[in-house]
């Protein structure tokens, strides 16, 4: 089971971090992918980060996001900096056993989502 936290209201050029936060399984064994949807538009992936700690983020939020992991305390981070309105959606966490980052039908969980709302 996974749950995201940390979301809220933040004005244009700000940070926030977001939490997800895993129990039961084995956390360490699995790929963590961060996504987030807009209203009216499709999930999109956010950052990735694999077992052993590479990560891998798509150009709209390189270099500003950063995902980091802390399997002692079955936790992976969200360090969202320097935030744009187009930031504001709904972000959610998954975990895979294998597959492509990129792809939702290839993560097996999926926590509930928390909403990061950036104002103008």
């Known amino acids: 089971q996974l749950q995201a936290s940390g979301g809220g209201l933040v004005q244009d050029g700000g940070s926030l971090r977001l939490s997800c936060a895993a129990s039961?399984?084995?956390?360490?064994?699995?790929?963590i992918g961060w996504f987030r949807q807009a209203p009216g538009k499709d999930r999109e992936f956010v950052a990735h980060i694999r077992r052993g700690g590479s990560t891998y983020y798509p150009d709209s939020v390189r270099p500003r996001f950063t995902t980091t992991r802390n399997d002692a305390k079955n936790t992976v981070y969200l360090q969202m900096n320097s935030l744009k309105p187009e930031d504001t959606a709904v972000y959610y966490c998954a975990a895979q056993r294998s597959g492509s980052a990129t792809r939702l039908v290839d993560y097996d969980y999926w926590g509930q989502g928390t909403q990061v709302t950036v104002s103008s």
């Open positions: 039961g399984g084995t956390f360490s064994w699995f790929h």
